[in-house]
């Protein structure tokens, strides 16, 4: 290597969960290439604590590895652009820096005059995760505020329904993935780690080693052979997508049959398993879970695994196996990732998989979890601060778009409104920082082109991205972005193996053309407003950054200087494995759940009062036991016209819309269809035909790959691929988006993303 090559650490930014960071080798003011931190043990200083992770190596996955081919891309944004024609057209003009910044600020001025702070919304994006990811909130806070939005795309149904049985609190108290190192018997639902948190940083390094070194069984519950058990392929339980619920019904009936509970665990620490603990004026009604298993419940059906086999594809007999397994092996490890839960059923689906572990009273002990997500630590340094909202409205995520076209009809009880009764306004002004969620990442899209198009409704949506993605289409004004390596960035360790970490990225070459960071342009738009000296606080991003991370080693002493750190470029430290719900598996009394009951409440009264109170369409159903019930559109509507499930995932190629355009990566990971031949067949379909899948939504066109890696009866499409339709004609997705096939319909409690449910047909295109 020559000596004018310099190398500076900056970090991958995109929500893959793991922000590894990466070492970028630079001559001439050009990327040569890119590597990762474990060729570079010195900057890696050794927390040496846990068994586990003893030297962290947050190494980057093929994505963040060609990280170069985006910041070169020719799709760059390299200048300010307004829109020509109509909205969704996507042409658009250059414009300078001052006219778009102009422009914007009328449009806000216009729209806080007008209608109020409550139309100005702020879109779900998470393209950026660093510590001063998110600007425009600070300064619309400054301004009076704007509609608030409250959980996420990834996690709304298990975060909307665990609180009822664990407390609100507790909600996400899992053990770390490295504690299942512990366990004998480890149950998976839903989760691959290999696909959806790789890299170093991602847990998959932690899974593996638990593999390796704990010789645990383990079963993975998944519609799909996925990365994570291949090499291992006697770990996969095939299931039909949305029907977890059934499975663990018929688990735990044999558990109950077979005296495998834990009784003295469901007595001591849980509510509503069986009358004595229901609350004493509901006791003699039949309503608990053990008369819900057995038959004796509201529904008069025992849940015997032959009850349970037709609806999970799931053989008696292997169900009768697993149920064994569970009753008997000990430590329990029990978790699920996110994908059982992204379907119209999900709620009752999350609470009903954190029923295993309850059941046998595998909680709070060495080598078992809570049946929820596993652990994620905590991150070491604060992002920039929003300040305080003043509007008090908050709709969920996954709503935005009925409250574009209807908001003024949304209610707590009807869409889940939250912080006020009704909404007092639509939106008319959107923000999109780094998000593909207009369109692609959203659902319907056919139904949101509609919604976006018509002017009358939503009057001004600003968009800043790097690339001209299907979401930015819909632009009036569309921003150019400072990607994090053009730029001073900060970011911690994500959602990752169980480490902290802190990456000092500096910059690492010039952006292209008149890009400017939203740092910059969110203070362009405060001066515009006479806000510029409370939004800077008369500090530049920098000085934000060295600010924050100074506050964060006032509170965390074994933190480096800033200056060491900048030096080293990336400080982590291991963590020491821990056990959740531990204090109160030791004492209850004296650490009680959050829940009102200060217990787990298998059966919750408060879910009971909210289905009686909320009003829900026909097909939804929300219940105070974890039920099964297979959910709006779910596999028991299918019809001859769509008679196949076709469920999503996350795979490699991307991280959700990100990396999409990568040609190398879409070589390297076909988009393709994955359908079993047992319906490939009969359709003539053999893989790399070219296939067409059709729901009542909408139509996308795509490769097939036929394997015996996918249950029969569901297609699987990866999530994310790019929207590539002609919408003035006829709307066929070329690109594969599986976001044409999904619906708009929230799921009942979480209101959130049921996207992981839709009925499809799928025939051959013709060759
Ligand atoms: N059908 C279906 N839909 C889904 C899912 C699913 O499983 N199935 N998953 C959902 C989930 S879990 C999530 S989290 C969402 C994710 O949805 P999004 O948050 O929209 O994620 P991305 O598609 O990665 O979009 C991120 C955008 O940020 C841009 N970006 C990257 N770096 C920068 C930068 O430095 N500056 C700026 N300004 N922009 C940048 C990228 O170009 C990209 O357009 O998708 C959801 N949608
Ligand atoms: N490579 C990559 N990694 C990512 C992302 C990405 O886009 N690409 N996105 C990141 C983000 S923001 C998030 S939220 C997470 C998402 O993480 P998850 O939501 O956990 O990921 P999914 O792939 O949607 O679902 C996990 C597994 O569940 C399976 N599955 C789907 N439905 C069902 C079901 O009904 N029952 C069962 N038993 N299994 C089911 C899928 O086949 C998949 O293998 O991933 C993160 N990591
Ligand atoms: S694992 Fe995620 S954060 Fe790490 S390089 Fe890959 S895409 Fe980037
Ligand atoms: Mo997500």
Redesign the pocket.
């Known amino acids: 290597m020559s000596d004018d090559t310099r190398t500076i650490w900056s970090h991958c930014t995109v929500?893959?969960?793991a922000r590894c960071p990466l070492l970028f080798h630079v001559r001439d003011g050009r990327i040569i290439w890119v590597e990762g931190a474990s060729a570079h043990d010195g900057a890696l200083p050794d927390g040496g604590a846990s068994p586990a992770a003893s030297v962290p190596q947050p190494r980057p996955?093929l994505?963040g590895r060609t990280v170069r081919r985006w910041i070169e891309s020719p799709h760059r944004l390299r200048y300010p652009q307004r829109r020509v024609g109509a909205r969704g057209e996507g042409r658009f003009e250059r414009i300078t820096w001052d006219e778009a910044l102009d422009d914007i600020s009328t449009r806000l001025r216009h729209t806080i005059d007008t209608y109020g702070n409550e139309a100005v919304y702020v879109a779900y994006g998470?393209g950026v995760h660093a510590t001063t990811g998110r600007c425009f909130e600070r300064l619309v806070n400054l301004l009076g505020g704007h509609l608030g939005r409250y959980n996420?795309?990834?996690?709304a149904q298990i975060a909307a329904a665990m609180p009822y049985t664990y407390g609100e609190a507790d909600a996400f108290t899992a053990s770390p993935l490295i504690e299942a190192a512990s366990a004998r018997l480890i149950v998976n639902?839903?989760?691959?780690p290999a696909?959806?948190?790789?890299g170093g940083a991602?847990g998959s390094r932690d899974f593996s080693w638990v593999r390796e070194v704990s010789g645990a069984r383990i079963y993975q519950?998944?519609?799909?052979l996925?990365e994570?058990c291949t090499g291992h392929p006697d770990e996969w339980l095939p299931?039909r997508?949305?029907?977890?619920a059934a499975l663990v019904s018929a688990i735990a009936h044999e558990l109950v049959v077979n005296d495998w509970i834990d009784q003295d665990f469901l007595d001591a620490y849980t509510i509503g398993f069986d009358d004595t603990t229901m609350p004493m004026h509901l006791r003699g009604q039949n309503l608990g879970y053990r008369d819900y298993l057995l038959g004796t419940g509201y529904d008069g059906m025992p849940k015997t695994p032959e009850w349970a086999a037709p609806i999970t594809q799931i053989p008696a007999e292997s169900i009768r196996r697993l149920a064994r397994d569970v009753g008997t092996i000990r430590p329990l490890f029990v978790m699920q990732?996110?994908?059982?839960q992204?379907?119209s059923n999900g709620e009752l689906?999350a609470r009903a998989i954190a029923m295993l572990p309850l059941l046998t009273g595998q909680v709070g002990l060495p080598g078992t979890s809570t049946g929820s997500?596993e652990a994620s630590s905590d991150r070491l340094i604060a992002d920039l601060p929003s300040g305080p909202n003043p509007v008090k409205a908050r709709i969920s995520c996954f709503t935005w778009t009925d409250a574009v076209s209807r908001g003024t009809e949304m209610t707590a009880e009807s869409d889940g409104v939250r912080g006020v009764d009704r909404l007092s306004t639509n939106i008319k002004f959107i923000w999109s920082y780094a998000g593909n969620c207009l369109t692609n990442q959203h659902g319907g899209i056919n139904m949101v082109h509609d919604i976006l198009v018509d002017e009358s409704l939503c009057e001004s949506i600003i968009v800043t991205d790097t690339v001209m993605t299907d979401s930015a289409r819909y632009a009036d004004i569309l921003l150019p972005d400072v990607m994090r390596m053009e730029q001073t960035s900060m970011a911690c360790q994500g959602?990752s193996e169980w480490y902290q970490g802190v990456t000092f990225g500096q910059k690492v070459v010039d952006a292209p053309g008149e890009c400017r960071t939203s740092y910059d342009v969110c203070a362009a738009l405060a001066r515009r407003f006479g806000l510029w000296q409370r939004f800077t606080r008369e500090r530049s991003q920098e000085e934000w950054i060295a600010h924050l991370y100074e506050e964060a080693r006032d509170r965390d002493h074994g933190l480096p200087s800033y200056e060491d750190g900048v030096a080293m470029g990336h400080y982590s430290r291991a963590l020491p494995t821990t056990v959740a719900l531990a204090d109160f598996r030791r004492d209850p009394a004296a650490h009680p759940l959050s829940t009102p009951s200060g217990k787990a409440e298998i059966f919750s009264e408060s879910l009971a009062r909210k289905a009686t109170a909320w009003k829900l369409p026909e097909g939804e159903v929300m219940s105070p036991l974890p039920i099964y019930d297979a959910g709006f559109e779910g596999w028991d509507r299918a019809t001859d016209e769509y008679p196949l499930i076709c469920?999503?995932?996350?795979?490699?190629?991307?991280?959700?819309s990100s990396f999409g355009s990568i040609e190398s990566l879409k070589q390297a990971c076909p988009h393709r269809l994955w359908i079993n031949p047992i319906d490939a067949q009969p359709r003539g379909i053999v893989s790399d035909d070219r296939v067409r899948v059709s729901s009542r939504y909408g139509t996308v066109e795509v490769l097939a790959r036929v394997t015996r890696r996918i249950i029969p009866g569901t297609v699987?499409l990866a999530?994310?691929a790019w929207h590539e339709a002609d919408m003035v004609g006829d709307r066929v997705d070329v690109g594969g988006c599986i976001n044409t096939l999904t619906s708009l319909h929230p799921s009942p409690l979480a209101k959130g993303n049921g996207v992981?449910t839709n009925l499809v047909q799928v025939r051959l295109c013709k060759r």
Not at 647 to 656: I, T
């Open positions: 929500n893959c969960g996955c994505r998470t996420d795309y990834s996690t639902f839903g989760n691959s696909e959806t948190s790789m991602g519950v998944d519609y799909r996925t994570t299931i997508p949305g029907t977890d990732g996110w994908g059982p992204r379907h689906t997500h959602e469920a999503g995932y996350h795979d490699k190629a991307r991280a959700h699987g999530q994310g992981h």
